[in-house]
């Protein structure tokens, strides 16, 4: 080629190169890129995980901003509208929600009788109510929202989220930090305790029945479906929890598959709470409260029968363990560290996702201040609320304001209404604005948690010391 004409053939080589490049991403299955991308961030999480914990951020910024990258924001990797698969991710997040809740109810071991469990009880209750309230106000004389939608967007951003809160929850259940008992609990109760204001709001757009006068909100949506769901999580539970030690422990049965108790209580306890018209977000939170708690058991029977120790003999020390006194507290164990893994492995998949989703959301100005409104004022005003009459001061009070993390749980929700069929125009208002919410929750939360923590984790073991006394 002459120099003119190399000019002219390169800009067409380029575009040829890029073509092609474009061409070959659109041939990678989803499945394999997915796949690649997601044991890439298990693997980094594995290797970094300590070091990220001594960072001022999050796992799930890392998260986002992979999923960012990936879609149609950054290279265009994966492409996903919220409202096209909103099936789909309406189940994804229900499962994710779900196997939080097993998880946080299993931290909690704290007797139901002890007062501390005021401080989730209330901050489920009472803060909830408040912030819907508070919510709905803005939305309708801020946002320009129907009573309706106001109240449903109220109920999709009032409760904190499980998944996303692991850092300022309970690290172990002997954990009796007021913060740490109280931010667990709610975001456990919180979840089931929002589904009343998620039928109202429905309700009021015309597309759920109130019954006259509401009574068919308050005896079956509110009555029912909140104490059936938390009786019947409980019963379940125990029942199944009770079977297996008892099975191990007399006759060396039910022995291994530790993980299936997890997953087989979710499963049946969420299914069971469904078909019996109560809210199986309780019920699934109940049974892990309860599966927690049959490790008491072994108080009343503390000897393993002779026959069952012969008989054990010969087994592998893992079913030893499993069969022998110690059965309950073995077993819990097991279950609990199999349920934490598997929800850090939901989280990768579901942030990954909210990431990816940025794209298709068109955010309005008004998210610049109603944001920063719900978290520096609703947020504490409603914790203020909820903690009257209970011992939480001081710095917990204030870290309990600030630690509203939204996440999972608010997309569940947003999707759940979406899917109820509400006006596509109310949908797309309400995913920008939750969306906007959750990335704004998992940037500043996961910015501030690391430090806040550790200076509060500092001021405890200051006053500890100085409780003690001079050297001791």
């Known amino acids: 080629f002459t120099v003119s004409s190399a000019h002219v053939f390169t800009p067409v080589l380029h575009r040829q190169l890029v073509r092609f490049t474009i061409l070959a991403m659109n041939e990678i299955d989803a499945f394999t890129l997915g796949c690649v991308i997601f044991g890439l961030l298990l693997i980094a999480k594995t290797l970094g995980g300590s070091f990220i914990n001594r960072l001022p951020l999050s796992a799930a910024m890392i998260y986002l901003g992979v999923g960012i990258a990936i879609g149609p924001i950054g290279i265009g990797l994966v492409r996903l509208d919220a409202l096209d698969n909103r099936v789909l991710l309406e189940r994804l997040t229900e499962v994710a929600v779900l196997i939080s809740l097993f998880t946080a109810g299993m931290k909690l071991e704290l007797p139901l009788n002890n007062p501390r469990w005021r401080i989730p009880v209330q901050l489920a209750t009472l803060s909830m109510i408040v912030t819907v309230a508070a919510i709905t106000a803005i939305g309708m004389y801020g946002l320009g929202l129907s009573l309706g939608a106001a109240v449903l967007l109220g109920a999709i951003l009032a409760p904190t989220d499980p998944v996303l809160a692991s850092d300022v929850q309970v690290a172990n259940p002997k954990d009796r930090d007021r913060l740490r008992f109280g931010l667990s609990g709610e975001g456990g109760l919180n979840d089931g305790t929002a589904f009343p204001f998620i039928m109202l709001g429905l309700g009021l757009l015309g597309v759920h029945e109130l019954g006259e006068g509401g009574w068919r909100w308050w005896t079956v949506d509110v009555l029912w479906a909140v104490t059936g769901g938390l009786g019947l999580g409980y019963l379940l539970g125990a029942l199944v929890g009770r079977t297996i030690i008892y099975l191990r422990m007399r006759h060396r049965e039910a022995l291994g598959s530790d993980e299936f108790i997890a997953l087989g209580l979710i499963a049946l306890t969420y299914?069971?709470?469904?078909?019996?018209?109560?809210?199986?977000?309780?019920?699934?939170?109940?049974?892990?409260?309860?599966?927690?708690?049959?490790?008491?058991?072994?108080?009343?029977?503390?000897?393993?029968?002779?026959?069952?120790?012969?008989?054990?003999?010969?087994?592998?020390?893992?079913?030893?363990?499993?069969?022998?006194?110690?059965?309950?507290?073995?077993?819990?164990?097991?279950?609990?560290?199999?349920?934490?893994?598997?929800?850090?492995?939901?989280?990768?998949?579901?942030?990954?996702?909210?990431?990816?989703?940025?794209?298709?959301?068109?955010?309005?100005?008004?998210?610049?201040?109603?944001?920063?409104?719900?978290?520096?004022?609703?947020?504490?005003?409603?914790?203020?609320?909820?903690?009257?009459?209970?011992?939480?001061?001081?710095?917990?009070?204030?870290?309990?304001?600030?630690?509203?993390?939204?996440?999972?749980?608010?997309?569940?929700?947003?999707?759940?209404?979406?899917?109820?069929?509400?006006?596509?125009?109310?949908?797309?208002?309400?995913?920008?604005?939750?969306?906007?919410?959750?990335?704004?929750?998992?940037?500043?939360?996961?910015?501030?948690?690391?430090?806040?923590?550790?200076?509060?984790?500092?001021?405890?073991?200051?006053?500890?010391?100085?409780?003690?006394?001079?050297?001791?």
């Open 271 to 472: 299914g069971v709470a469904l078909l019996c018209q109560t809210y199986g977000f309780l019920a699934v939170f109940a049974a892990g409260l309860a599966l927690r708690r049959i490790d008491d058991s072994k108080a009343s029977n503390p000897v393993t029968p002779p026959e069952t120790a012969k008989a054990a003999s010969g087994l592998s020390p893992e079913d030893q363990a499993a069969s022998g006194a110690e059965a309950p507290a073995n077993m819990m164990n097991a279950v609990q560290r199999f349920n934490s893994q598997l929800e850090s492995f939901v989280e990768v998949g579901i942030v990954l996702v909210v990431g990816v989703l940025l794209a298709t959301i068109e955010f309005q100005r008004d998210m610049l201040w109603f944001v920063p409104v719900l978290f520096l004022l609703i947020r504490p005003l409603a914790v203020y609320i909820g903690l009257l009459g209970t011992h939480v001061k001081g710095s917990q009070r204030n870290l309990m304001g600030w630690f509203g993390i939204r996440g999972i749980g608010s997309l569940y929700y947003l999707l759940y209404a979406i899917n109820h069929n509400i006006q596509p125009a109310l949908a797309e208002r309400l995913l920008s604005i939750t969306l906007a919410v959750v990335v704004a929750s998992v940037v500043a939360h996961g910015i501030s948690v690391t430090p806040l923590m550790i200076h509060y984790e500092a001021r405890k073991a200051t006053k500890k010391q100085q409780r003690a006394g001079p050297g001791k």
